[in-house]
């Protein structure tokens, strides 16, 4: 694990997270140390900016769809060669799942880990009650979940100047009892654009690495790295073990499968530890760009069509009629494939933007529409069919995370197509039918992370063994 690991967690959204966070991870970069980002929660943009800054893949910390062992072992996995563990928050503070406890917020991944914490403080309009509200983020934790939470420092954002910042640092060290590690002027020219489901994608950001440098310096400039690097060190816990898994392909006398992966403009929402986890169970993947090749990779076993936004790229995506072709007739033919919102939609028989349009890959008979409101967002429970694809011949639950303004058309094609699996949101009652199979094909909105069930992720890898069975015997017979 690394020597030194915090979470920057803040009072509110729009506090500065993301900005504070990219800067403090380039400028320990800069300083020689190996940084490892993490994101609470099921973001994918904030964790491509980490992974611009930090030269690692970023990596999900999610309270909500991992178990705790689970979410510990990731967590020490995945710093074990790092200096530092630098975890970014969600949202503020104690906001997770529901409105009565902190369960997937930012402080429970932080009492599940043990971890520190370093508070982003918007300190605009506040002299002392800057120390109110200091006093009683550090000390709810414990009278809310009956679980401590440290924290290590305070980060202060949104100051006007140097003379601002020192009135401020004092006010908290005096009355808060804890250390004020810098704080970031006004920084225009950082500012990272924004559109319906957040953030530009780090690959748009021309200016990213200047962004960066520009951060870095700002932050050696203005923060007490030395100071935050001491209080956030981290006492080394026991060996943190494997939780069990289902036995790969190799344990089960199976060759690895080639499976192909939708990576581009238009399609990169993916969750990092899903990924090497169907690596570790015996997948090999074969990245491709739907926007660009003509047809999908030689001798692929599956496939794996995640979300993103084909909804910016339907020109491009639709004028590819090689890649769609090839696609429609190898997923005809069985080729195992499992499409996430975007990469569901990418499968249906068009999508209507702006007015015009566009036919897709007319796997399944659906008609998609951009809208102008969210139609699902946030966790829900999943309980599969036991005839579904990731499933073999028992039901299997996930959890999983919705995010998007597209829809179905109502009445529209495919309405009576039969659905795979029950969706449910973990608080209240609302429930409803998801998830679309054709030939070896499953579709449908939400992103699923494969380590809250990592059988689901066998039964894939399975069927892709199977796929190349049944073609393998298909090309002896032919010859």
Known sequence: ????????????????????????????????????????????????????????????????????????????????????????????????????????????????????????????????????LINGFRDFALAKSGRPLAVAGVLLNNLK?????????????????????GWLPNLPEAALSERHLGLLCSGEVGDLPQKLQMLAEQICAHCDLPALLAATQMQQPPVVPEPPLPASLPERGCAPVRIGLARDAAFNFYYQDSLGLLEQLGAQLVPFSPLADDALPPDLDGLLLGGGYPELHLPELSANQSLLADLRRQLAAGLPCLAECGGFIYLGRSME???????????????????????????????????????????????????????RKPNGAGADWPTFYQ?????????????????????????????????????????????????????????
């Open 1 to 132: 694990m690394a020597k030194s690991a915090f979470i920057l967690a803040a009072t509110q959204s729009g506090s500065g997270k993301t900005t504070f966070s990219m800067g403090l991870m380039a400028a320990l970069r800069s300083q020689g140390h190996t940084v490892q980002p993490f994101k609470v929660g099921p973001d994918y943009i904030d964790p491509m900016y980490h992974t611009a800054a930090c030269g690692r893949s970023s990596r999900n910390l999610d309270a909500f769809m991992l178990p705790e062992d689970v979410l510990r072992y990731l967590f020490a996995k995945n710093s074990a060669d790092a200096d530092v563990a630098v975890v970014e928050g969600v949202m503020g503070l104690y906001d997770g799942l529901r409105p009565d406890g902190i369960e997937g917020s930012s402080a429970h991944v932080g009492q599940i880990l043990q971890a520190p914490v370093v508070l982003l403080v918007n300190a605009r309009g506040m002299s002392l009650s800057l120390a109110a």
């Open 161 to 181: 100047n140097e003379m601002s910042y020192q009135y401020a640092k004092q006010i908290v060290e005096r009355e808060c009892g804890l250390p004020v590690f």
């Open 353 to 407: 933007m702006q007015g015009e349009s566009w036919p897709l890959a007319d796997v399944f008979p659906f008609d998609f529409e951009m809208t102008d409101r969210l139609q699902h967002f946030g966790y829900i429970e999943v309980e599969l069919d036991q005839a579904c694809l990731l499933c073999d011949g028992q039901p299997l639950r996930l959890r999983g995370h919705e995010f998007h303004y597209t829809q």
């Open 423 to 479: 969706a449910k949101k973990p608080t209240g009652a609302r429930s409803w039918r998801e998830g679309w199979q054709i030939y070896n094909t499953l579709g449908g909105y939400p992103h699923f992370n494969l380590w809250a069930e990592p059988q689901a992720a066998v039964n894939f890898l399975l069927k892709a063994a199977n796929y190349r069975q049944i073609k393998g015997k298909e090309a002896t017979n032919a010859d």
